[in-house]
């Protein structure tokens, strides 16, 4: 099983690249609970800390996408790092100013969050220059999203730990300077440097012309509005069996199931499309959110709630090789962003939506939410399926040899070959 991401890593600057996208991003992915615990630490309300969590958000799910498109006109280094940088420095005035004056708090905790580089849409415009065979990049996708379910594991425990060891202000500063590095060590390797996206038609609507990839993510909305009304019914739950520490079982739960179904699933190759799979999948997610309304023992709820996450990771992986697939010529970088910022969205929505679902019929309506969520995503793939089944016209892979920095783009894989 373990050969095929074994075979990725040995590649050249594969692990430089996954692990500095990783570390580039730990200031995004540790964003809330590192706001949240810096604005307690201040001395500031509940409502306060949600509500400037809530700003950064907002101002990161617009800026995915614009960044994304700069790098497709731009390349990486003259983005990915400057933004990065940008995103450092507001932090930095936000943990060094506190909530006062309020107006700077807000605006300086917004330019943080619509700074935050686009690595991850970056990394996977990278893959095909990197790895070559077609098997070998979407194996690649899998093992990104398993990599995700690790730092949104890692990433809140790594805040935890500088707050105890310094502050929750130090925490800021320490994680964004950290993501600056992993950001400096991406936009210095040799494909990141010599990448070139592929010539593109100049469209006020970018990646979003492509009927396809608009259907795509308005399937991935109501995903994200699984999850996040997941993490809110599991609360109300653990409110009643336990408490805090149950709750914290029911996530990593959610992210172990999640971690092992991303590894099988990226361990094997695929025949057949991958819209036809990913209709599957999502099905297959929808269904596994059901047997959480049974609200059983702790231990029992553990194992559901991990069953619950099996099929993310592979569906997030599949939805990585139909972006791919759907981005018109020379918007891959923004056609990833536009997946993040979709999803994202939606992990908001669905936290929101939960809370008055939860408050009003208690945790078995917010459990019978995500199953839901997922049942309509699975609807919008099924009756988009025609567009998705036709891939972007003209559409290329956007990358460049390393060795040969205007090296023609080379052509997608088509629905036929192995995934």
Same mark, same amino acid.
């Given at each position: 099983?373990?050969?095929?991401?074994?075979?990725?890593?040995?590649?050249?600057?594969?692990?430089?690249?996954?692990?500095?996208?990783?570390?580039?991003?730990?200031?995004?992915?540790?964003?809330?609970?590192?706001?949240?615990? =810096?604005? @307690?630490?201040?001395?500031?309300?509940?409502?306060?800390?949600?509500?400037?969590?809530?700003?950064?958000?907002?101002?990161?799910?617009?800026?995915?996408?614009?960044?994304?498109?700069?790098?497709?006109?731009?390349?990486?280094? @003259?983005?990915?790092?400057?933004?990065?940088?940008?995103?450092?420095?507001?932090?930095?005035?936000?943990?060094?100013?506190?909530?006062?004056?309020?107006?700077?708090?807000?605006?300086?905790?917004?330019?943080?969050?619509?700074?935050?580089?686009?690595?991850?849409? +970056?990394?996977?415009?990278?893959?095909?220059?990197?790895?070559?065979?077609?098997?070998?990049?979407?194996?690649?996708?899998?093992?990104?999203?398993?990599?995700?379910?690790?730092?949104? !594991?890692?990433?809140?425990?790594?805040?935890?730990?500088?707050?105890?060891?310094?502050?929750?202000?130090?925490?800021?500063?320490?994680?964004?300077?950290?993501?600056?590095?992993?950001?400096?060590?991406?936009?210095?390797?040799?494909?990141?440097?010599?990448?070139?996206?592929?010539?593109?038609?100049?469209?006020?609507?970018?990646?979003?012309?492509?009927?396809?990839?608009?259907?795509?993510?308005?399937?991935?909305?109501?995903?994200?509005?699984?999850?996040?009304?997941? !993490?809110?019914?599991?609360?109300?739950?653990?409110?009643?069996?336990?408490?805090?520490?149950?709750?914290?079982?029911?996530?990593?739960?959610?992210?172990?199931?999640?971690?092992? +179904? +991303?590894?099988?699933?990226?361990?094997?190759?695929?025949?057949?499309?991958?819209? @036809?799979?990913?209709?599957?999948?999502?099905?297959?997610?929808?269904?596994?959110?059901?047997?959480?309304?049974?609200?059983?023992?702790?231990?029992?709820?553990?194992?559901?709630?991990?069953?619950?996450?099996?099929?993310?990771?592979?569906?997030?992986?599949?939805? =990585?090789?139909?972006?791919?697939?759907?981005?018109?010529?020379?918007?891959?970088?923004?056609?990833?962003?536009?997946?993040?910022?979709? =999803?994202?969205?939606?992990?908001?929505?669905?936290?929101?939506?939960?809370?008055?679902?939860?408050?009003?019929?208690?945790?078995?309506?917010?459990?019978?939410?995500? +199953?839901?969520?997922?049942?309509?995503?699975?609807?919008?793939?099924?009756?988009?399926?025609?567009?998705?089944?036709?891939?972007?016209?003209?559409?290329?892979?956007?990358?460049?040899?390393?060795?040969?920095?205007? @090296?023609?783009?080379?052509?997608?894989?088509?629905?036929?070959?192995?995934?």
């Amino acid at each position: 099983m373990a050969a095929g991401y074994l075979e990725i890593l040995r590649a050249r600057h594969a692990t430089r690249l996954l692990v500095g996208t990783l570390v580039g991003r730990l200031p995004n992915a540790t964003a809330a609970i590192a706001v949240v615990l =810096f604005v @307690r630490a201040e001395g500031g309300t509940y409502s306060l800390a949600g509500a400037l969590a809530a700003v950064y958000g907002v101002a990161n799910a617009v800026g995915q996408p614009l960044l994304g498109r700069l790098v497709d006109v731009y390349g990486q280094p @003259r983005v990915q790092l400057p933004a990065a940088v940008a995103a450092a420095l507001a932090t930095t005035v936000f943990a060094l100013s506190g909530l006062e004056p309020l107006p700077l708090a807000h605006a300086s905790v917004a330019a943080a969050g619509l700074f935050a580089p686009p690595l991850e849409g +970056g990394l996977r415009a990278l893959w095909p220059s990197v790895l070559r065979r077609e098997e070998q990049v979407h194996t690649a996708y899998a093992m990104d999203a398993v990599a995700q379910e690790v730092m949104f !594991t890692v990433g809140p425990l790594l805040v935890t730990l500088c707050v105890s060891l310094w502050s929750a202000q130090a925490a800021l500063i320490v994680l964004n300077a950290v993501g600056v590095l992993g950001a400096l060590c991406v936009v210095l390797s040799p494909p990141s440097r010599a990448w070139r996206s592929a010539p593109r038609e100049a469209h006020w609507l970018g990646a979003l012309r492509s009927p396809g990839l608009v259907a795509l993510l308005a399937a991935f909305l109501f995903v994200g509005i699984a999850l996040g009304s997941i !993490t809110v019914a599991a609360v109300s739950y653990a409110d009643a069996h336990g408490g805090d520490a149950v709750y914290g079982w029911l996530m990593a739960a959610l992210g172990l199931g999640a971690l092992a +179904g +991303g590894t099988v699933y990226g361990a094997r190759r695929w025949a057949g499309a991958p819209e @036809r799979r990913l209709r599957v999948l999502v099905a297959f997610l929808a269904v596994c959110y059901l047997p959480l309304t049974l609200m059983p023992g702790v231990a029992a709820m553990v194992a559901l709630t991990a069953l619950a996450g099996v099929f993310l990771a592979p569906a997030i992986a599949c939805a =990585f090789v139909i972006v791919d697939r759907h981005a018109p010529s020379g918007t891959v970088t923004e056609a990833f962003s536009w997946l993040v910022t979709t =999803f994202t969205v939606g992990a908001s929505a669905g936290t929101g939506l939960a809370g008055p679902v939860v408050q009003t019929g208690g945790p078995l309506w917010g459990f019978v939410l995500p +199953g839901a969520a997922g049942a309509v995503s699975l609807l919008v793939l099924s009756a988009t399926g025609r567009v998705l089944a036709a891939p972007a016209r003209g559409a290329v892979v956007a990358a460049s040899s390393e060795n040969d920095p205007n @090296r023609a783009a080379e052509p997608r894989f088509s629905s036929g070959d192995r995934a």
